[in-house]
């Protein structure tokens, strides 16, 4: 399914470029009463600025709308813990959330859900950041993919809209917290071979 220059993944549709980083980083293990989806989004800033802000474990709030707060128990490294309070409107008030990988590098961070007042039961994500080009300059490729528990009385059509909702969100805000820098930045036009 494409809606405004997303896509999400429950089936085929991606460009062929997507779908290789989806085979390649985005492998997460679907049991049986599980719903898993993958969705992309173009953003037209420079792969550092918005991998500057996806990176930030600790400051989730940069970007995400409903995140009000967030304490990160020790350093900031693979195995952190974050206690993230969410914005009222949302059927949850807290999360709290593990930080399983972190290679800046290749642009790749992973999280769990490890206990809040929710109903996200066994929730894994991975965030990749690509570089690409967009009308003639430096742009970024974000793919977000996850798994989690469908809850007793929900379907799992029901759990992967609700989730892909709350990512959108959080993608749609990316974007609109990058493209800013991304213009104070004032990034020149790549020049093309």
Known sequence: MVTNDYI???????SKRAEEFIKRYHKLEVKENQCSSSLVK???AP???????VRRFDQPQKYKPFVSRCVVQGDLQVGSV????????????TS???LEYLDDDEHILSMTIVGGDHRLKNYSSIVTVHPEVIDGRPG????ESFVVDVPDGNTK?????FVEALIKCNLKSLADVSERL????RTEPIKRM
């Open 157 to 161: 059509d029901e759990t992967c809209y």
């Open 42 to 44: 173009h953003i037209k």
């Open 182 to 185: 991304a213009v104070q930045d």
């Open 47 to 53: 792969v550092h600025l918005v991998w500057s802000l």
């Open 96 to 98: 709290t959330e593990r």
């Open 140 to 143: 970024t490729l974000v793919i």
């Open 82 to 93: 974050r206690e993230v309070n969410v914005k009222s409107g949302l059927p949850a008030t």
């Open 8 to 14: 999400t993944m429950n089936g085929n549709g991606f």
